[in-house]
């Protein structure tokens, strides 16, 4: 069994490829080829745009891939949604594609570009939003530089955003929401039903959430005196509880914890304040719940 596997070439690739090592598949690129290697005899790899990714994958071409949510809507693909694949890392973060227009602009709501034009690289989603409002405006496919069209070359733009405040300080404003999206794990709905295939596609899913999981979380050890361990635990967040185990000397305990790592400048002194010693800060690669 050979499970075809597409990794979006361009923007995303780098940190397609950093995720699938931290779960332990390491796949190497070399010049100008479109076929990575990866250290799995099961897995073939393969260089794809974003936005043709959905069709490959509908089509059996590839059995899954990575690719955005709205990549999926806009190719209207029948495919198999795995995983959101949704990290704290900017490139791996929720976007939103949102309709703007210029500050100097008097549409204030969609029902007031009935009849004008619509400057977007997401055009078929656009055209089913606008549908859905009972706006009837004219839609042009955007290569690039959207922001720039305004005012002069369009009325209005759908563009993706993770914050308004790029928007603004481009002197736009936001109209409204067209939709939300994420980077996803997708598979065809074949290979889905295919036992090996599935059962391969799962065992990634699994790793990959692990990952996710881990991002922005360290792992927290530490030596407490059992009489000063109420005053140590009172001070520690975790996913469940902390684990805490006898050590040789009856009168201590080690105490083990997961944290989020933006927690740890603050939580250190207070914990060695409360008698912890031996405070050991480790990385995290996967947590699996």
């Not at 929720?94 to 004008?116: M, T």
């Not at 074949?190 to 036992?195: A, E, F, R, V």
Request: contains cysteine.
């Amino acid at each position: 069994m050979i499970l075809k596997l597409g990794i979006p070439k361009g923007s995303l690739e780098r940190s397609t490829i950093e995720l699938l090592r931290r779960a332990g598949f390491n796949v190497t690129t070399s010049g100008r080829s479109y076929s990575p290697i990866v250290d799995d005899s099961e897995i073939e790899c393969r260089l794809v745009r974003a936005q043709e990714m959905a069709r490959y994958v509908e089509k059996g071409i590839l059995d899954a891939g990575f690719t955005g949510y709205d990549s999926v809507e806009e190719s209207e693909a029948s495919v198999q949604s795995v995983l959101d694949v949704v990290s704290p890392k900017r490139d791996m973060g929720r976007i939103r594609w949102v309709l703007a227009v210029s500050e100097s602009s008097p549409v204030r709501s969609v029902y007031d570009l009935e009849g004008k034009l619509v400057a977007t690289e997401l055009v078929a989603i656009t055209k089913r939003y606008l549908a859905e409002n009972g706006v009837q405006a004219k839609v042009e496919f955007s290569w690039g530089a959207t922001k720039a069209k305004l005012p002069e070359l369009a009325d209005a733009i759908v563009e993706a955003t993770e914050t308004e405040s790029a928007l603004q300080a481009d002197k736009l404003r936001v109209i409204d929401t067209v939709m939300e999206s994420t980077m996803q794990l997708i598979a065809n709905t074949i290979s889905w039903q295919d036992p090996e295939k599935h059962r391969k596609i799962a065992d990634l899913a699994l790793l990959l959430e692990g990952v996710l999981s881990a991002m922005g979380k360290v792992n927290l050890m530490m030596n407490v005196r059992c009489a000063q361990l109420p005053a140590v635990m009172g001070l520690l967040p975790a996913l469940l509880e902390p684990t805490v185990s006898p050590l040789a000397d009856e009168d201590w305990v080690a105490v083990n914890t997961i944290i989020d790592e933006s927690a740890v400048r603050i939580l250190i002194p207070r914990l060695k304040e409360a008698g912890a010693q031996d405070i050991v800060e480790g990385p995290l690669n996967k947590i699996i719940m």
